[in-house]
């Protein structure tokens, strides 16, 4: 009988990231903004979208084997499920995202002790209620529905998710205070990672999911070089890793091929032109598996 790893991937601020990251893994996903089963050309993997506030107790009771979520909602449900992979991706950026505690410009509000029986409306209503356990400061965390963002101003203050700060300070708003850093999460259900095919499944993704997003800001470098200029060539590129040198047909050139970040890629090859490179080739990667 066929098997199937049911694959729970985020729908919202998250999808878009998401599915370009399993595409660079190598998965055709098809998918209308309205179809919560994508199609996938892997027939072993069945997808089904869900919101990552929820993704984590969907994972947790078996509906999905596994699935990827902040690991911020995981901490908000207290989850009970297997964590496998951390992936520093977001929305817009390759940064953790970070739950933080805002005022308005104008509050006099300088440090989250300054806000003790006041209000506060957040999404992530457990986390800040526990942060202000911890401190014990005594305050009324309100449920808010979306548009946080708004209701700075009608409450004593907010919890609300950022990367950047950008739309925060767009809205006149200040950081307070950190109340958590979250990064993406590929999460199993205990039950899934006890079976020995879905866990290799899922160990097999990861590793893939790994490797492309290990790739997304990096490119290859290709050159030809003159044999008497590899060493000041080779002292110009990334240290953490050798060039792979092959010898041409022609005994005084090399060819050398590097992976770098994509912002040294720009600075670099200029410099490798005038020190005597030639047939420079940079190049997209998909994935980059250690």
């Not at 005994?251 to 970040?261: G, K, M, N, R, T």
Request: hydrophobic share 45%; glycine share 6%.
């Amino acid at each position: 009988m066929p098997r199937n790893l049911r694959l729970g991937l985020p729908k919202g601020s998250l999808q878009e990231s998401t599915f370009d990251m399993m595409r660079r893994a190598g998965f055709d996903i098809g998918s209308g903004s309205r179809n919560l089963f994508p199609t996938v050309d892997d027939p072993e993997i069945e997808i089904i979208q869900f919101r990552a506030q929820e993704m984590s107790r969907y994972v947790e009771d078996g509906v999905v084997d596994a699935g990827l979520t902040g690991h911020d909602w995981i901490v908000e449900n207290s989850s009970d499920v297997v964590e496998v992979s951390e992936f520093v991706y977001a929305k817009a950026k390759m940064v953790p995202v970070r739950w933080v505690l805002a005022v308005p410009q104008e509050s006099p509000v300088a440090s989250a002790r300054d806000i003790e029986g006041g209000i506060v409306a957040t999404e992530l209503v457990n986390v800040t209620r526990a942060f202000f356990e911890n401190l014990g400061v005594k305050v009324k965390v309100e449920f808010s529905w979306g548009a946080t963002e708004a209701k700075a101003r009608l409450v004593d203050a907010i919890v609300d998710v950022t990367e950047t700060g950008s739309s925060l300070r767009a809205n006149g708003l200040r950081v307070v205070d950190t109340v958590m850093q979250s990064t993406t999460r590929l999460v199993a259900n205990h039950d899934a990672w006890r079976d020995g095919w879905k866990r290799g499944k899922i160990e097999d993704l990861a590793m893939l999911l790994t490797g492309a997003l290990a790739a997304r800001e990096k490119v290859g470098l290709k050159m030809n070089v003159p044999r008497d200029c590899l060493d000041a060539v080779s002292a110009l590129l990334p240290a953490e890793r050798s060039p792979t040198v092959s010898n041409l047909l022609e005994s005084d050139w090399v060819a050398v091929e590097v992976i770098l970040p994509e912002t040294e890629e720009r600075q670099l090859v200029p410099k490798l032109k005038k020190m005597g490179a030639t047939g420079i080739i940079v190049y997209p990667l998909n994935k980059v598996i250690p």
